[in-house]
């Protein structure tokens, strides 16, 4: 053989790998719409991709997932879904509460959603029935917007001498005007004073944490929302440093110093939302796949964080908690 056909034999033989990589199929993209930000989302991110995994799908091996986050500012979330819609991808699944799941569905008719909410998807334009959501759109509801009237009670066993409880809601959160009209409502019903802050940024935080110590609330209830969720480390801290009991929507809150959380698992519903993900990656219609909805609620203690606060949490109210962090 000459040298010149050797080396032309070799180059084509070089190639051949290449060409079969490039013959292969592209793997499918789960585009992951959230609110939040994936610093305080880690469990939830696990949990989805293991609730993928029980579905048959592998990030990196047969999926790919393509993640895109607002941080808190929902005003982002309709460019950061559109700019999944020009990605064509497979199904989008829009985390982090109503902010998210309306922002996709007005960015497709056609891409299969799986939204994660905390109120009810049907009041929120999302789907039009649990049963048979109807479209392109279906999810889970974690219900943790209609919880506010279980928290204030809570918080108000816990502390029952207090006179003035504070409450720190979004306004940008498309539930606030609910979760405001039934804390108002559960305050009258069991006579307690609450004083409402508002925030959906961090000067209006700040704001709001001022105004809680100007008014001398004696506890706090924080709202379900997702910038909240984003803010979660500097929301503790500001109650630590006032001495404030509070109260929270999800164990996450709990687990980082926060005293009381009272709501479902967050993980059980991003699992589930990889699980929707994956039967709808082989083919089911998200008009086809009921609304899941959770059927368990958990409340945690932090004894640690009650201790810090000269808190004496009575026996009674320890018999009903779920997990007590010693």
Avoid: C
């Avoid at 033989?13 to 880690?42: H, I, K, N, T, Y």
């Avoid at 009674?316 to 779920?322: G, K, P, R, S, V």
């Amino acid at each position: 053989m000459k040298r010149r056909d050797f080396i032309t034999l070799l180059a084509g033989a070089s190639a051949w790998p290449m060409a079969a990589r490039a013959q292969q199929p592209a793997l499918p993209v789960v585009g992951f719409l959230s609110s939040r930000s994936p610093e305080d989302s880690v469990d939830g991110l696990e949990a989805f991709r293991r609730g993928l995994k029980e579905g048959g799908f592998t990030d990196g091996e047969n999926v790919a997932i393509e993640f895109r986050w607002a941080r808190g500012d929902y005003s982002r979330l309709s460019s950061l879904a559109a700019d999944l819609v020009r990605r064509q991808v497979a199904v989008i699944v829009a985390a982090g509460g109503e902010p998210s799941g309306l922002a996709a569905k007005a960015a497709t008719t056609i891409i299969p959603i799986v939204f994660g909410i905390g109120g009810d998807p049907v009041k929120a334009g999302l789907v039009h029935s649990f049963s048979r959501p109807g479209g392109n759109v279906t999810g889970v509801t974690l219900l943790t917007t209609l919880m506010e009237p279980k928290r204030l009670g809570l918080l108000r066993d816990l502390v029952p001498g207090v006179a003035l409880i504070g409450v720190l809601i979004n306004p940008d959160f498309p539930p606030a005007a609910l979760q405001l009209q039934q804390i108002e409502e559960a305050a009258r019903e069991i006579g307690l004073r609450i004083v409402i802050t508002k925030a959906s940024n961090d000067d209006a935080l700040e704001t709001a944490f001022r105004s809680l110590v100007q008014e001398g609330a004696g506890a706090l209830l924080v709202t379900a929302a997702p910038y909240f969720d984003t803010r979660r480390d500097r929301i503790i801290a500001f109650a630590a440093r006032q001495r404030l009991p509070a109260i929270y929507q999800f164990r996450e809150y709990a687990i980082s110093g926060g005293l009381l959380s009272y709501g479902v698992s967050i993980a059980e519903g991003y699992r589930q939302y990889g699980i929707y993900a994956a039967q709808i990656l082989k083919g089911a219609k998200p008009a086809e796949l009921p609304v899941h909805q959770p059927t368990k609620f958990e409340l945690v203690i932090n004894l640690r964080t009650a201790r810090a606060l000269g808190l004496k949490i009575s026996d009674n109210f320890l018999t009903l908690a779920d997990e007590v962090i010693e």
